[in-house]
């Protein structure tokens, strides 16, 4: 009894992480299943920029997910969303690492956000919780091996 006790908790414990990064996703009002291949726009979102570096067109999105993100008690505000586009010939990136660095309104720059591979895009939830001017630094080392920096801004009025 007490084995198989301790097993259930086990594997209770072991999901949560997984069930919780779901549940965030889903439930922060993006259908991200629902992104075609072609990088179609979820109706509400903000268009940041685009950017080409090295053969690599990245699109930066923001979708304001704060008031669903509140109800479960988080913090973050926005879901920054961006696609990666072969320049040449329009095909979509979707393997390798991105990261993010926010500068906010202060001036103060916070540690990387690791952000992860979705349906045709790299995602993050963040917090941008002051009026001003955000300045994304995306790092990227996407299939091809080449490392990229992306520069682009944001302001909240």
């Known amino acids: 009894m007490k084995k198989t006790l301790f097993t259930s908790c086990l594997v209770v414990l072991l999901a949560l992480p997984g069930i919780s990064f779901a549940m965030k996703h889903d439930m922060a009002g993006m259908d991200h299943g629902s992104m075609?291949?072609?990088?179609?726009?979820?109706?509400?979102?903000?268009?940041v920029g685009e950017q080409?570096?090295?053969?690599v067109k990245a699109v930066v999105y923001l979708n304001d997910v704060k008031a669903t993100m509140a109800?479960?008690?988080?913090?973050?505000?926005?879901?920054?969303?961006?696609?990666?586009?072969?320049?040449?010939?329009?095909?979509?990136?979707?393997?390798?690492?991105?990261?993010?660095?926010?500068?906010?309104?202060?001036?103060?720059?916070?540690?990387?956000?690791?952000?992860?591979?979705?349906?045709?895009?790299?995602?993050?939830?963040i917090v941008l919780d002051r009026k001003g001017a955000y300045h994304f630094a995306v790092g990227t080392q996407l299939a091809d091996g080449v490392k990229r920096q992306f520069e682009?801004?944001?302001?909240?009025?």
Not at 36 to 47: A, L, R
Not at 152 to 157: T, V
């Open 52 to 55: 080409t570096v090295d053969g």
């Open 71 to 125: 109800k479960m008690g988080m913090k973050e505000t926005h879901h920054l969303m961006i696609h990666f586009y072969n320049a040449r010939d329009g095909k979509t990136i979707e393997e390798g690492v991105v990261a993010v660095k926010i500068k906010g309104p202060d001036g103060k720059e916070g540690k990387a956000i690791k952000m992860i591979g979705m349906d045709a895009h790299f995602g993050a939830d």
């Open 152 to 157: 682009l801004k944001y302001e909240i009025k």
């Open 36 to 47: 075609s291949k072609k990088g179609d726009i979820h109706k509400g979102m903000i268009t």
